[in-house]
């Protein structure tokens, strides 16, 4: 079906970063605390090939079959950090007829540590540490029967623990440490994605795609909480009850003494916070384009879009009670953006039209029922779906010259309005409308 394409490659490349702040930084004076230099490097050496192979094209008459390909591509990175990883793909794409065009791959990808998180300097600082298995808190949480359980295993270790008063480090502050890391793995990530591409000969330069899209991404590289810490460790289902004070990796970030109270000092913190890897953040979702250009009036429009639908996205940083993030704010369940361009030999316009859809304070707790009644306690359960445009014009008197004229945000849509005030959480614009002119000459 025609040749073989192939490409191989090697690649050799350091990254190194640094930071040093002013003498007057780092001491901590001023109304800042202390803030530490920052600098790291590390060296990258990858081995990289392509192959793409054609298994039929038009020319050979194959029923059914327009053309077909196959593909593989494939990257070895070794890192003197972290070490070697291997990243992959491989798919193909078959067209019955040359209007309808069918793709899909399966891809293993990753992401290195970044210096900051691999480097940044170990501080210390001052923190509360909860006392989760105080009598009021042992059977509450994201998992009270998880936490409960846990408990126990710890109380009959340190049968002293089990006090009506909570442990002094969660109401007074001890010392901590918080810093980078510099045994975080690579964040990994399997996918796979299939879709269509139509391009309608009766409506020439028309090109319409289409694709669903599943990522697991494991040991996501996450900054943790000190409230995250303690949760990780009794709210976790992972938890060696032989060995409670160590009951999994986020337990042995807290200094427990030998009376299972939080101890700590200078040189030996009562918890250690940071960078960690954390479980696994899964992702599903359809994504779609659309491209059409045509004459019209003696010129050229162009009309492109792109829109993402977010079916679920599931975050789980440290085992404990995975949430959906798909929906809330941040993170809308619909978005998309539409482009126009029409333009002539010597002037045109073009407009952007951005849509975000709503969006929910929260998932859980919502009202429920016909009425709307439930356990909802808040007075705003989501923001509005919104539109922001933004446009321009431009003119080329001449070949070696052209002014534009331009405006962001020609609405002023800066947020979700609230009895006259705009809701905190709503605001997409902090600026609102602005105008710009520019000019560009070629001498």
Known sequence: AGPVGFNIGYEHRKEFASFTPSDFQQAGRGRSVPITPLSGSYNLDEVFGELAIPLVREENGIPFIHSAQVIGRGRYSDNTVNGGFFSYTVGGNIAPIPDIEFRGNLTRSFRSPAITELFLPTVNTFAFVPDLCQPSARNAGPAPAVRAANCAAFIAAFPGTDFTSPDPASTASVPAQSGGNQNLDNEQADSYSFGVIVRPRFIPRLAITADYVDITLNDPIANLTIAQIASGCFDNANFDTTDPANGNSFCSRINYGPNGRVQGDPQNPAVVSGFVNGNQIKFSGIQGTIDYNFPVLGGNLTVGGNMLYVRRRLVDIT?????????????????????????????????????????????????????????????????????????????????????????????????????????????????????????????
Do not use: C
């Open 319 to 443: 085992g404990v009670a995975p949430s959906r993030t798909d929906g809330i704010i941040g993170d809308p369940e619909f978005s998309g953006q539409v482009r126009l361009r029409y333009a002539q030999r010597d002037f045109g316009v073009t407009a952007t039209v951005n849509y975000t859809g709503e969006q929910l304070f929260s998932r859980l707790n919502r009202a429920t029922g016909v009425s709307g009644s439930g356990p909802d306690a808040r007075e705003i359960d989501k923001l509005n779906d919104y539109v922001v445009v933004s446009g321009g014009i431009f003119f080329d008197p001449a070949d070696d010259f052209r002014l534009t004229l331009s405006v962001t945000n020609l609405f002023n849509r800066q947020g979700q309005s609230y009895f006259g005030e705009l809701i905190p959480a709503s605001y997409n614009d902090t600026l609102g409308r602005r105008f710009q002119i520019s000019a560009r000459a070629k001498f």
